[in-house]
């Protein structure tokens, strides 16, 4: 067996068995829903969606929203991106470091070249900031967010596990917010931000199980090294 079906196969060990089905689902689906939304580009059910969100959501909690969507915009997700990168090659966590340069990278690649030119879906109409545009099928919010949040909390849990908890349970509340605040500003459909995080989780497992397949050949490289030096010694 060659180095490149090894590699495969333990990749696809790591993954398992559900997040692969759910991939392919996941893929399958967003092909599926390609001709009824290039056909009816404003769904009636969404449409009704969108207007109770913004007649359930309070004033107060509208401009809230407004200002966590303006939060997680490209600008401020880079910065946060980059302040990520920075903990980790000061702790020299190298794998880690890659891990979230691929994951974060690649789920831009995904929505913004590959599914929204594939499905070129309008935006809602009506929307309440006039610096939203381009295409809107999958959300790149609703992708982006769940691959950088989870993604780093996966990986600052690695090596502080008492903090697990507070920075999951933290970084699901601001997810949320980040996908009701893409609702409040009618910058997506909900299908943009169900088919975004659906997305967002897949290329999230890919990335992890990818790390566990390279942090299992350094392990091993490790023990190699050791046992050869024990010998030697």
């Not at 559900?18 to 390609?34: D, I, W």
């Not at 169900?194 to 497992?205: I, K, M, Q, T």
């Not at 299992?216 to 050869?228: D, E, K």
Request: charge should be positive.
């Amino acid at each position: 067996m060659s180095a490149l079906s090894r590699l495969l196969r333990e990749w696809l060990e790591a993954l398992g068995m559900p997040r692969l089905l759910v991939a392919v689902a996941t893929v399958l689906g967003l092909l599926c829903l390609a001709p009824g939304l290039i056909a009816n580009p404003e769904p009636v059910a969404e449409l009704v969606i969108l207007d109770q969100v913004h007649r359930l959501i309070p004033p107060q909690l509208g401009e809230l929203l407004v200002r966590v969507y303006q939060l997680s915009g490209v600008h401020v997700s880079a910065i946060l991106v980059l302040a990520m990168l920075i903990f980790l090659g000061l702790r020299r966590y190298w794998a880690e470091l890659v891990c979230l340069v691929i994951g974060t990278g690649g789920i831009l690649v995904l929505v913004d070249r590959c599914f929204k030119p594939l499905f070129d879906r309008a935006r809602p109409t009506d929307r309440l900031l006039e610096d939203i545009s381009g295409r809107s099928f999958p959300s790149g919010h609703a992708a982006g967010s769940v691959v950088f949040y989870f993604l780093s909390c996966s990986l600052l849990a690695a090596h502080y596990p008492s903090l697990r908890r507070p920075l999951f349970v933290m970084a699901s509340i601001w997810v949320g917010l980040v996908w009701l605040s893409t609702l409040q500003v009618r910058a997506h459909w909900p299908s943009d931000i169900l088919a975004g995080a659906a997305l967002g989780y897949v290329w999230l497992s890919f990335c992890l199980a990818g790390l566990t397949v390279w942090e299992r050949h350094q392990s091993r490289r490790s023990a190699s090294a050791a046992s050869l030096s024990s010998r030697h010694g």
